[in-house]
């Protein structure tokens, strides 16, 4: 089981969500505790990390399997997320 860490720039993110947004966003990250790669999620190319889709948003983050700890660093829309 991996902890989650929330780095500020991604909670700021999330503090701007609308509150149907908010609800599917924070549950898609508790379910990475369980299963930090799970189907869809897809490994970054330009940058290290992860990303998986809720909706039109991205949640973009790092894996630590040595600490297990989950890093999520950014949650924007779709359009906007790697700029």
């Not at 505790?33 to 869809?40: H, N, T, V």
């Not at 992860?50 to 630590?64: E, P």
């Amino acid at each position: 089981m991996h902890k989650i860490n929330i780095i500020p720039s991604a909670r700021k993110d999330l503090d701007g969500l609308d509150k149907k947004f908010f609800t599917q966003i924070r549950n898609k990250i508790i379910s990475l505790a369980s299963d930090p790669r799970p189907s869809g999620c897809l490994k970054l190319t330009t940058e290290e990390g992860y990303r998986i889709r809720s909706g039109n948003y991205r949640i973009l983050y790092r894996v630590d399997d040595k600490n297990n700890m989950i890093y999520v660093y950014r949650i924007k829309h779709r359009k906007e997320s790697y700029r």
